[in-house]
């Protein structure tokens, strides 16, 4: 066994046994941890196969910025964890059943006869001024045009989804709310009222005169 063989079966076994920490770790803020923990094996993994770019991307912006997102979406839901738990053991074998499923359908697709040496063969190992970020540029915005402008609305869409779910109209009694079409449509003289007051002129303050005794002494 190489090094890099060592190195890939190293970074795939700490990737797997961190997402099956994420699914199983009751606090989900532990599991957003081990998340990014699996994210960066993965990139491990990509950067072994000559894809640095895809590996500092995976760091840059999943670990940097989502996992970030994910971390405050979590914070603002306050799940509830009771809850959660109360029908886990209810639907663990149908969940059981669904696991063996989708690991049976991932071996068809993703297994030794449809991605194994034989079929793809190895990896072209290309020269040191080779640069992957300008191939996959070409792919991502000729080829594959319109699949990257539909992730980026998906993406403004689960936005906008964290935002509504974490949003919380409390009653107006509790707290005071801007109503910003109110504000732009008002006028001048709803802003500005004039008041006419008549001048007070306060006396001067006298002190007081202190005795010929207390001089003296």
Same mark, same amino acid.
């Given at each position: 066994m190489t090094f890099e063989l060592f190195i890939f079966y190293l970074l795939a076994t700490i990737a797997s046994v961190s997402g099956l920490?994420?699914? &199983?770790?009751?606090?989900? %803020? /532990?599991?957003? !941890?081990?998340? %990014? !923990?699996?994210?960066?094996?993965?990139? #491990? %993994?990509?950067? &072994?196969?000559?894809?640095?770019?895809l590996g500092l991307v995976l760091i840059l912006v999943y670990v940097g910025a989502v996992m970030v997102l994910f971390l405050f979406v979590v914070m603002m839901l306050d799940i509830n964890l009771a809850i959660l738990k109360e029908g886990f053991t209810k639907? $663990?074998?149908?969940? #059981?059943?669904?696991? %063996? !499923?989708?690991?049976?359908?991932?071996? $068809?697709? !993703?297994?030794?006869?449809?991605? #194994?040496l034989d079929v793809t063969g190895a990896p072209v190992m290309h020269p040191a001024d080779y640069s992957n &970020? /300008?191939?996959i540029g070409l792919e991502l915005y000729t080829v594959h045009a319109y699949a990257f402008i539909l992730a980026a609305v998906l993406l403004l869409l689960g936005i906008v989804a964290a935002i509504t779910l974490a949003l919380r109209r409390r009653p107006t009694g509790e707290v005071r709310y801007q109503n910003i079409d109110k504000q732009v449509k008002t006028q001048a003289s709803e802003r500005f009222k004039m008041v006419k007051m008549k001048s007070v002129v306060e006396e001067p303050i006298k002190l007081k005169e202190k005795p010929e005794e207390e001089d003296e002494k």
């Open positions: 920490m994420m699914i &199983t770790i009751k606090d989900p %803020v /532990k599991a957003a !941890l081990w998340l %990014v !923990l699996a994210f960066i094996a993965t990139a #491990g %993994v990509w950067i &072994t196969a000559q894809a640095e770019f639907y $663990l074998p149908i969940g #059981g059943m669904v696991i %063996v !499923l989708i690991a049976a359908m991932m071996y $068809l697709v !993703l297994g030794p006869s449809n991605f #194994g &970020t /300008k191939a």
